[in-house]
């Protein structure tokens, strides 16, 4: 069974700049969740779907995070304007439903320059 | 707010030990309990979880859960230089629909040869 795919691996950008990342879950996995990790700390969730729809997106800084899951399979996560504390490992895991164990991509390393 | 605390470390242990890394939660009504392991530059890779008090066996692993204490603990037994990583525990709480994912900072643990 292929685990969770994420891409880019690695990505460096200037502070100010848009970036976006992808990630396509396990096959039958109905939740999607996107996790900052900055070093040194446990992963802090930013955003958690089911299907389609966001089912937790309280700690996601809104005013230049975006995520969506259109067609309920693979999502996307963007941050525009980049600043640089915005540097770090951004995961996605998913699950075959809420509250169930999760399986982590291998992770974007940000560095915001 | 749900809170996660383990710590830190770092844990040496010489290899053929038993490693005990514990973790404590204050919400009261989480139910579900993860063990991820992280080894430097990788993502979290589950390792246990567990859902009732008393103890879980997988091979080297066992996790032990007592609610009545808020206290989770994973012990490896027969520690192997292969097992140095950074032990992460999480709990899933009872709250709403979303049933957040909370993380602790981490153990880090090295296993001496």
């Known amino acids: 069974e292929a685990g969770v795919a994420q891409s880019p691996r690695y990505k460096i950008i200037e502070k100010r700049q848009s970036v976006a990342f992808w990630c396509n879950p396990i096959s039958g996995h109905a939740t999607l969740y996107w996790y900052q990790q900055i070093l040194g700390q446990g992963p802090k969730l930013l955003i958690q779907?089911?299907?389609?729809?966001?089912?937790?997106d309280s700690q996601l800084p809104k005013d230049r995070f975006s995520a969506e899951r259109l067609k309920g399979v693979d999502s996307t996560l963007k941050i525009q304007p980049a600043k640089l504390e915005d540097s770090a490992v951004y995961l996605c895991?998913?699950?075959?439903?809420?509250?169930?164990?999760?399986?982590f991509g291998p992770g974007t390393r940000l560095t915001v320059t | 707010q749900k809170e996660v605390e383990q710590n830190s470390g770092p844990l040496s242990v010489p290899e053929g030990a038993i490693a005990s890394l514990n973790c404590t939660y204050s919400d009261r009504g989480s139910q579900s309990f993860f063990w991820y392991r992280q080894y430097s530059g990788k993502s979290p890779e589950l390792i246990m979880f567990i859902y009732s008090n008393g103890d879980k066996e997988d091979g080297r692993f066992t996790a032990q859960l007592n609610k009545a204490s808020q206290y989770v603990s994973l012990l490896i037994r027969d520690s192997q230089p292969s097992d140095s990583a950074t032990y992460l525990c999480?709990?899933?709480?009872?709250?709403?629909?979303?049933?957040?994912?909370?993380f602790g900072s981490g153990t880090q643990l090295t296993v001496l040869p």
């Open positions: 999480a709990a899933v709480g009872e709250g709403g629909s979303a049933r957040q994912l909370t």
């Open positions: 779907f089911q299907n389609n729809g966001v089912v937790d």
């Open positions: 895991a998913s699950s075959l439903r809420t509250g169930h164990e999760q399986y």
